[in-house]
């Protein structure tokens, strides 16, 4: 039986769920059923590359050099048909595309092909709120309610971006929709905790009776970090608990961040460990699972999101997380169970940390109820069977 090729096309390799979901289809779809050629674009100047995730997993793929995740006609065009190229030269039989440029550019790619080929678009959020003014995304959710229409399948990562997509957005019926969650390889997360927490704690100068919070994520305008530093100012004032923050990541709203953080009042760094301080701004890190084992609490500001990665990661090494109720959040955190979902008022987000901070029972029974529930729903491998079924399905 000839093998299924499959042309799977990345917004960009920067470090985040997509380039992991992309990276474990890859690696682990059935070889003797399928074979996989990975594109995308390349990282921003502020992101983290994901070059290392796929070279340690031993992953081929081919960056397009000009697909950026800004809109830009010149370069879009020249991604366009470098992806027609690409289309022609490898003669796919299944163009799976995830997020929202490459579904853009490499479902109109697929247009241009002379043979039919089987189109499957994976939503990992979505760009049709908080990024662009209220005409561009009017137009966005045309073009993809017309690409939806081309679409074979389109896969929600959560079940209630599946519900916004059919009911408040209108791209397309909810028969069209399959809902796949996202997968990780979390064994990392949840394995050696203690001595990771002790390192990470000694060379940043945490004692073991501070409550450390730490926000993972890109230093940009949807990921909101100015309610972390408000509800670390709003907890700070309120709590007798010796608290410390981490922010790991780094992105285009890093100075503005410091700037406001010092207006708050507390004391930080940015790359440079010292003695004493409120707030450390860490940039990207790669061990992550040292950090998040270092963690008492790992908070998520968002405006807008999928599914946050960090959450789901967090969950795995047994913390207590706290989110803004966002995109798939709440199908992964069942509040006051395995995390809590808060609004983004400062008040109530703030008073659920508070909650938080100052009962070690309670962190503690969160994050063991969150680890169970992490590690039996997004383990990659029932990612990989989830769309092996799907696709031999079409």
Not at 365 to 383: D, H, I, P, Q, W
């Amino acid at each position: 039986m000839r093998k299924k090729k499959i042309l799977r096309i990345l917004n960009r390799f920067n470090v985040g769920g997509p380039v992991y979901n992309a990276t474990y289809l890859t690696k682990y779809l059935n070889p003797n059923y399928f074979s996989t050629t990975l594109i995308g674009g390349i990282h921003e100047e502020h992101e983290e590359s994901a070059r290392y995730i796929l070279e340690n997993e031993k992953i081929n793929y081919k960056e397009i050099k000009y697909m950026r995740r800004k809109i830009s006609p010149f370069y879009d065009l020249i991604s366009l048909i470098h992806i027609i190229y690409i289309i022609y030269k490898t003669k796919p039989d299944i163009i799976h595309t995830h997020a929202a440029k490459a579904g853009l550019l490499g479902r109109f790619a697929s247009l241009f092909y002379f043979k039919k080929v089987k189109l499957i678009h994976t939503y990992h959020g979505n760009v049709f709120e908080g990024y662009f003014s209220n005409t561009i995304n009017k137009i966005i959710v045309s073009i993809e309610r017309y690409l939806a229409s081309k679409s074979d399948k389109i896969i929600a990562i959560s079940r209630i971006q599946k519900i916004d997509l059919v009911n408040k957005y209108l791209i397309c019926d909810e028969s069209k929709i399959e809902v796949i969650p996202l997968g990780f390889d979390l064994k990392k997360f949840s394995n050696n905790i203690k001595n990771k927490r002790n390192l990470i704690r000694k060379k940043y100068n945490i004692s073991n009776e501070e409550v450390l919070i730490s926000i993972v994520g890109r230093v940009v305008p949807i990921k909101n970090h100015k309610l972390f530093i408000d509800v670390f100012n709003y907890c700070k004032l309120r709590t007798n608990v010796p608290i410390k923050a981490l922010i790991i990541g780094d992105g285009s709203e890093m100075e503005d961040l410091i700037n406001y953080t010092n207006e708050n009042g507390l004391s930080f760094s940015y790359k440079k460990i010292i003695d004493n301080y409120d707030v450390l701004f860490c940039s990207w890190q790669r061990d992550i699972d040292y950090f998040l084992a270092a963690s008492d609490i790992v908070a998520l500001t968002s405006h807008n999101e999928g599914t946050p990665v960090s959450i789901i990661e967090s969950m795995a090494c047994g913390k207590a997380s706290i989110s803004t109720n966002v995109g798939g959040v709440s199908d992964i955190i069942e509040n006051f169970k395995s995390g809590i979902v808060s609004n983004c008022s400062v008040k109530e987000f703030g008073n659920h940390l508070l909650k938080l901070i100052n009962d070690e029972n309670l962190r503690t029974e969160l994050g063991v109820n969150a680890k169970s529930r992490s590690l039996e729903l997004f383990n990659y491998n029932v990612l990989v069977n989830n769309v092996e079924k799907l696709y031999k399905s079409i």
